[in-house]
């Protein structure tokens, strides 16, 4: 989805070259991360938390302490979208499956929660059954029924009510009964949509129209959580969830402060995933970044609720101290940063045309426009980034790696011949006004394509309007955009999660659209399908690995960086380790303070 889902304050465009000599320098001094092997138990160090567990330890007690400078766009587990709430949500909710709790991509594997196993999948990949755990329970002691978790999914069906969360299951369960939502059901129980099953409270039965591989993974999204019909409070839900989970809510007041205590109807025999370590927990938010980040290293503060990474003067304070740096994580985030090349605007309709555009741009100035090997991420290579079954990040088609990253002037000069324009052309690109490091790429891009000939112009459009301008194709011809300057990260690590809405034919939106390039090939639409339709992972990441090698080699997408954020966790922490499976954030469900008994 778009970076919108996780908003980052960023670099300041002037500050992101003056930094990058020492994030290129502190670079070479600690481990690189990396997708990390499972369970390995390490000592504070820079990027020990990346591939290993700090500090492990099983003691319960004491209170961990969250600071940051957003809140949750909804704590409501059918609408929030922040990849933060996610993560953070596992406190309060639980889902029939969800992700393992390890380091890493050991993170992306599902498990079960609520349910006794993994769906029994039948009638050709359309039916899943599931059974669930007996000893689940309500915060006020009652047990979790199949019913709860049928009636808490209904609720993404009223999107005049519960609006803003994902729709994945809505998709793929509505079988053409346009369901209007539990608050507009004529039936009494409330539990009308009919492709969904409760035998009895046991037992839940999904029926989908068509096979889909990642239904699970759609499943394992807070949108499939339980909710008791009786405790529904439609659209301020949100401000009080009722939980299944070890925390409950003692205190939330919306940009001020949250506190979750234990929930003493919690069973730990029924949940294989929550150590539930703390007694308490705690959310203080702060408007001011910088101040924010002096708190945590002043040790007022555990750890960033919304897991941005420090801003720029904490870390260059880190990363100059090796014991501060010590408490810090470099991991990849899962988000691409990249620039859509828009073949509706000539004369980018050319192949040719795009390959020059890649060719003769400066990769490593655009890394260093992101803020660097460490803030900003490794140069991007192509549009499936690690952790996405079917990804190679050493499939580097154009090069973009080679020579330290250094624009190939004759390659960008032979693909202008190639395409009728020897001498350059003219073009522009778009970016988001509200975004400073993706106008500091923009910049780098302008400079580095001038070398060869190519003219643009920068247009800073409202970052606010974004699904209203370059959302809407008409907008982007009408306003000639060339090149978009854009963001990406997956709501799951498959390729319908991450690359479908970027490069399917049949995700171009009159409005909202993320196709930007409007790519619709057959082949590609069809790999899709099959891709989706099979429960094969092996099979599904060939075909996913197929769609990236076409979609790179007709040049839509020059990638910038494969995104990375510099995390700091404090010496209190135990059981600190970085999860791909939440965007590059730490597993908060794990974490624990030292000092507990």
Same mark, same amino acid.
């Given at each position: 989805?778009?970076?919108?889902?996780?908003?980052?304050?960023?670099?300041? !465009?002037?500050?992101?070259?003056?930094?990058?000599?020492?994030?290129?320098?502190?670079?070479?001094?600690?481990?690189?991360?990396?997708?990390?092997?499972?369970?390995?138990?390490? *000592?504070?160090?820079?990027?020990?938390?990346?591939?290993?567990?700090?500090?492990?330890?099983?003691?319960?007690?004491?209170?961990?302490?969250?600071?940051?400078?957003?809140?949750?766009?909804?704590?409501?587990?059918?609408?929030?979208?922040?990849?933060? #709430?996610?993560?953070?949500?596992?406190?309060?909710?639980?889902?029939?499956?969800?992700?393992?709790?390890?380091?890493?991509? !050991?993170? +992306?594997? +599902?498990?079960?929660?609520?349910?006794?196993?993994?769906?029994?999948?039948?009638?050709?990949?359309?039916?899943?059954?599931?059974?669930?755990?007996?000893?689940?329970?309500?915060?006020?002691?009652?047990?979790?029924?199949? $019913?709860?978790?049928?009636?808490?999914?209904?609720?993404?069906?009223?999107?005049?009510?519960?609006?803003?969360?994902?729709?994945?299951?809505?998709?793929?369960?509505?079988?053409?009964?346009?369901?209007?939502?539990?608050?507009?059901?004529?039936?009494?129980?409330?539990?009308?949509?009919?492709?969904?099953?409760?035998?009895?409270?046991?037992?839940?039965?999904?029926?989908?129209? $068509?096979?889909?591989?990642?239904?699970?993974?759609?499943?394992?999204?807070?949108?499939?959580?339980?909710?008791?019909?009786?405790?529904?409070?439609?659209?301020?839900?949100?401000?009080?969830?009722?939980?299944?989970?070890?925390?409950?809510?003692?205190?939330?007041?919306?940009?001020?402060?949250?506190?979750?205590?234990?929930?003493?109807?919690?069973?730990?025999?029924?949940?294989?995933?929550?150590?539930?370590?703390?007694?308490?927990?705690?959310?203080?938010?702060?408007?001011?970044?910088?101040?924010?980040?002096?708190? #945590?290293?002043?040790?007022? /503060?555990?750890?960033?609720?919304?897991?941005?990474?420090?801003?720029?003067?904490?870390?260059?304070?880190?990363?100059?101290?090796?014991?501060?740096?010590?408490?810090?994580?470099?991991?990849?985030?899962?988000?691409?940063?990249?620039?859509?090349?828009?073949?509706?605007?000539?004369?980018?309709?050319?192949?040719?045309?795009?390959?020059?555009?890649?060719?003769?741009?400066?990769?490593?100035?655009?890394?260093?426009?992101?803020?660097?090997?460490?803030?900003?991420?490794?140069?991007?290579?192509? #549009?499936?980034?690690?952790?996405?079954?079917?990804?190679?990040?050493?499939?580097?088609?154009?090069?973009?790696?080679?020579?330290?990253?250094?624009?190939?002037?004759?390659?960008?000069?032979? %693909?202008?011949?190639?395409?009728?324009?020897?001498?350059?052309?003219?073009?522009?690109? *778009?970016?988001?006004?509200?975004?400073?490091?993706?106008?500091?790429?923009?910049? /780098?891009?302008?400079?580095?394509?001038?070398?060869?000939?190519?003219?643009?112009?920068?247009?800073?459009?409202?970052? !606010?309007?974004?699904?209203?301008?370059?959302?809407?194709?008409?907008?982007?011809?009408?306003?000639?955009?060339?090149?978009?300057? #854009?963001?990406?990260?997956?709501?799951?690590?498959?390729?319908?999660?991450?690359?479908?809405?970027?490069?399917?034919?049949?995700?171009?939106?009159?409005?909202?659209?993320?196709?930007?390039? %409007?790519?619709?090939?057959?082949?590609?639409?069809? %790999?899709?399908?099959? *891709?989706?339709?099979?429960?094969?992972?092996?099979?599904?990441?060939?075909?996913?690995?197929?769609?990236?090698?076409?979609?790179?080699?007709? !040049?839509?997408?020059?990638?910038?960086?494969?995104?990375?954020?510099?995390?700091?966790?404090?010496?209190?922490?135990?059981?600190?380790?970085?999860?791909?499976?939440?965007?590059?954030?730490?597993?908060?469900?794990?974490?624990?303070?030292?000092?507990?008994?």
């Amino acid at each position: 989805m778009t970076s919108n889902r996780s908003t980052r304050v960023k670099l300041a !465009a002037g500050a992101a070259v003056a930094l990058a000599a020492l994030l290129g320098t502190a670079a070479c001094s600690g481990s690189s991360g990396g997708s990390g092997s499972g369970g390995d138990s390490k *000592a504070a160090g820079f990027n020990a938390a990346a591939g290993s567990v700090v500090h492990p330890s099983t003691a319960k007690g004491g209170t961990l302490r969250f600071t940051a400078a957003q809140d949750f766009d909804s704590l409501d587990p059918q609408r929030g979208y922040y990849g933060f #709430m996610w993560d953070f949500a596992r406190y309060y909710t639980r889902q029939l499956i969800t992700y393992g709790t390890r380091p890493g991509n !050991a993170s +992306l594997k +599902l498990v079960p929660d609520l349910a006794t196993s993994l769906a029994q999948i039948t009638d050709g990949g359309k039916t899943y059954t599931y059974h669930l755990r007996s000893g689940s329970t309500w915060e006020d002691g009652s047990p979790v029924t199949s $019913k709860d978790i049928k009636y808490g999914i209904e609720r993404t069906w009223a999107q005049d009510v519960i609006t803003g969360g994902p729709i994945w299951l809505m998709q793929n369960l509505d079988n053409g009964q346009k369901y209007p939502g539990p608050y507009k059901d004529p039936s009494p129980d409330k539990l009308g949509l009919k492709s969904v099953d409760t035998p009895d409270d046991q037992t839940i039965v999904f029926h989908l129209a $068509k096979p889909n591989g990642d239904f699970e993974q759609m499943l394992a999204l807070p949108e499939g959580s339980p909710v008791k019909q009786s405790k529904d409070t439609g659209a301020k839900y949100g401000l009080h969830p009722f939980s299944d989970g070890p925390y409950k809510f003692q205190a939330y007041q919306p940009n001020k402060t949250l506190v979750l205590v234990r929930n003493d109807k919690w069973n730990k025999a029924s949940d294989p995933i929550r150590p539930a370590l703390p007694d308490r927990i705690e959310v203080a938010y702060g408007s001011n970044a910088d101040d924010l980040d002096s708190r #945590m290293l002043g040790g007022d /503060a555990d750890l960033d609720l919304n897991q941005t990474g420090l801003q720029q003067a904490a870390r260059v304070k880190v990363l100059q101290n090796p014991q501060l740096k010590a408490s810090t994580d470099d991991p990849t985030t899962g988000y691409i940063r990249y620039v859509s090349l828009i073949p509706a605007i000539k004369p980018l309709d050319n192949v040719h045309c795009r390959k020059a555009v890649i060719y003769a741009t400066d990769h490593k100035a655009l890394q260093t426009a992101r803020g660097g090997p460490i803030a900003g991420g490794d140069i991007g290579t192509n #549009m499936l980034p690690d952790g996405v079954k079917g990804a190679d990040v050493k499939y580097d088609p154009f090069g973009q790696t080679g020579n330290s990253g250094a624009p190939d002037v004759a390659k960008a000069k032979s %693909e202008l011949q190639q395409c009728g324009k020897p001498n350059g052309f003219s073009t522009t690109i *778009a970016v988001r006004n509200n975004k400073p490091a993706e106008v500091a790429s923009a910049v /780098a891009l302008q400079a580095s394509l001038k070398a060869v000939g190519i003219n643009t112009q920068i247009d800073q459009y409202d970052g !606010a309007q974004t699904p209203n301008i370059i959302g809407v194709p008409n907008v982007v011809h009408k306003k000639g955009y060339g090149l978009i300057v #854009m963001g990406w990260g997956p709501d799951f690590y498959t390729g319908q999660g991450f690359l479908q809405p970027l490069v399917d034919g049949r995700f171009i939106l009159p409005n909202g659209n993320n196709n930007y390039s %409007e790519i619709n090939d057959p082949a590609i639409n069809n %790999e899709f399908d099959q *891709a989706i339709a099979t429960t094969d992972a092996d099979k599904a990441g060939q075909l996913y690995s197929d769609i990236n090698h076409k979609v790179m080699e007709d !040049a839509y997408y020059l990638p910038i960086v494969y995104d990375k954020a510099l995390l700091w966790r404090s010496n209190r922490l135990t059981n600190a380790y970085i999860a791909a499976s939440y965007s590059g954030k730490y597993d908060f469900v794990s974490l624990g303070v030292e000092g507990a008994k």
